[in-house]
């Protein structure tokens, strides 16, 4: 796993702001295909897409779930196998990976989208059964959501070839449309998970002033900001430069 946490800069709308996540260093770069105010269409995406491949240098293809998770032992612990699969992940291309953000939408349309842009991973950010992520061909991100009834002990946590990337963000009471909130969780609730070895991203609320803070707290896998790094609901390059380079000094 890395020695620096990865970064997720999410909520990318346009390619200038995609490019700057990229040269900053981000390692995933994420587009929101569900209903929100940061939702892009799918020409949106592709041009996203070859920005960021042009930006990088990098021409190779998506790579197919089977080839993270195979050579993974069937009986390998919770921990082994995320780590493993976020390594192999990670080294499956040399630039940014993109990843599409999808909440309770039909299977059809997120394959329609994995193909199309194409999408390197697929985040499902609402309440999809776990065993969904074994009919989607690119790796799959499956959120949690924290509140006060949420536990480490969660058994879908630990549960193995579905999802390659477990990734806890806060749960907002009274609304459908989770995620980009600016809404924090309690950092220790991350630790515990952290102490028990398994790798996680953490969003919720984080910012370029106290991602570090956060890092130090949560030990997660890498860190996930969407509004955090936006000034008048835009993307803002200075706190994209910042946010990236506070969670990785």
């Known amino acids: 796993m890395p020695s620096k946490p990865l970064v997720k800069i999410c909520g990318v709308r346009t390619v200038e702001a995609a490019v700057t996540a990229a040269e900053a260093g981000a390692d995933i770069i994420g587009m929101i295909f569900a209903p929100s105010p940061r939702l892009i269409d799918v020409s949106t995406g592709q041009a996203i897409a070859r920005a960021v491949k042009q930006a990088s240098g990098d021409s190779a293809d998506i790579v197919h779930v089977k080839h993270i998770h195979d050579g993974i032992c069937e009986n390998a612990t919770a921990a082994e196998f995320f780590t493993t699969s976020g390594a192999k992940i990670l080294k499956s291309r040399k630039g940014p990976l993109l990843a599409g953000v999808f909440q309770n939408q039909p299977l059809e349309h997120i394959l329609a989208v994995v193909e199309q842009v194409p999408l390197d991973l697929v985040q499902l950010h609402g309440t999809e059964p776990i065993d969904l992520a074994r009919e ?11 509140d006060d009834t949420f536990s480490v002990e969660d058994s879908d946590l630990f549960k193995t070839f579905r999802h390659s990337v477990v990734l806890l963000d806060t749960k907002v009471a009274g609304t459908t449309q989770q995620g980009g909130r600016g809404v924090s969780f309690d950092w220790t609730i991350a630790r515990r998970l ?9 969003a919720g609320g984080l910012t370029p002033d106290n991602v570090r803070e956060a890092v130090d707290v949560g030990r997660p896998w890498g860190v996930d900001v969407s509004s955090g790094t936006e000034t ?7 706190k994209i430069t910042a946010f990236v380079a506070n969670a990785k000094q």
């Open 232 to 238: 008048n609901k835009a993307k803002d390059p200075a």
């Open 194 to 202: 952290a102490d028990s070895g398994l790798p996680f991203i953490m």
């Open 136 to 146: 989607i061909p690119v790796p799959v991100i499956k959120v949690f959501h924290v």
